[in-house]
């Protein structure tokens, strides 16, 4: 599942806006009751920026999004979590649109 970057946190920013909180609480909600052999959080930005700092912008936000799956009960036997920068852009970084949709975080559950 792919979660907008720009519902989950501010400009800039690593730590969950509300309505970041309701889509996870949403993930966690479909999952209640299901054990996942792995889990994986991915995390990614537009290409505004240094290499180096998208990078760890996007781990930043894929750490939080793990952290709270993890908080909150989400039944994982392994979760791995990485952050991927400007990198598997999904649109254009030409325009604000297509930015606004390379900012993302995105979540693979694989049940057992």
């Not at 920026?49 to 909150?72: E, I, M, Q």
């Amino acid at each position: 599942m792919l979660l907008r970057g720009d519902a989950l946190f501010d400009f800039d920013k690593a730590n969950l806006k509300p309505a970041g909180v309701r889509a996870l609480d949403e993930v966690i909600d479909n999952a209640r009751g299901k054990r996942f052999r792995l889990v994986e959080v991915a995390g990614y930005t537009d290409s505004i920026g240094s290499d180096s700092y998208n990078n760890a912008l996007s781990l930043r936000r894929a750490k939080s999004v793990a952290d709270y799956l993890r908080a909150h009960g989400l039944d994982a036997e392994r979760m791995a979590v990485d952050g991927f920068g400007k990198s598997n852009p999904v649109a254009s970084n030409a325009t604000d649109a297509g930015r606004a949709q390379n900012r993302r975080v995105e979540i693979v559950l694989e049940q057992e």
